[in-house]
């Protein structure tokens, strides 16, 4: 199971590593969640902490999701277009977490018959 939470705890220190990227009080604080979220699948591995990934990760693909599309304007600015890619992959590495998390409950909630 340590791989398991290893690989969970990674891909949220991943999480909060592009939130690093942008340099605002709001992404500063995702970066805090995202690392709270990896310190609890690292040092509890519990359902309770696979839930939290799984919620949190909800919650970031519900704030990311409007940033990701379409802008008109700045979107021919260099730091525009590293934004959105920045968004972009974000949004991807919540969306792995949240299947990955899924997987994880799914497989520890399912008693053997």
């Known amino acids: 199971m340590a791989l ?3 690989a969970g705890a990674a891909l949220a220190v991943s999480s909060a590593v592009l939130h690093a990227s942008s340099p605002t009080v709001l992404t500063a604080v995702m970066a805090a ?9 690292w040092r509890f591995d519990s359902i309770r902490s696979w839930l939290l990934v799984a ?3 909800i919650a970031m693909i519900a704030v990311h999701l409007p940033a990701t599309g379409h802008r008109h304007g ?5 730091a525009a277009t590293d934004m959105a890619v920045a968004m972009q992959l974000a949004t991807a590495v919540a969306a792995t977490e949240i299947v990955f998390a899924a997987a994880v409950l799914y497989v ?4 053997p018959r």
């Open 4 to 6: 398991v939470r290893g």
């Open 33 to 41: 969640v995202c690392l709270y979220c990896a310190y609890e699948l």
């Open 55 to 57: 919620v949190m990760n």
């Open 74 to 78: 700045d979107a021919g600015t260099a």
């Open 108 to 111: 520890r909630t399912r008693a």
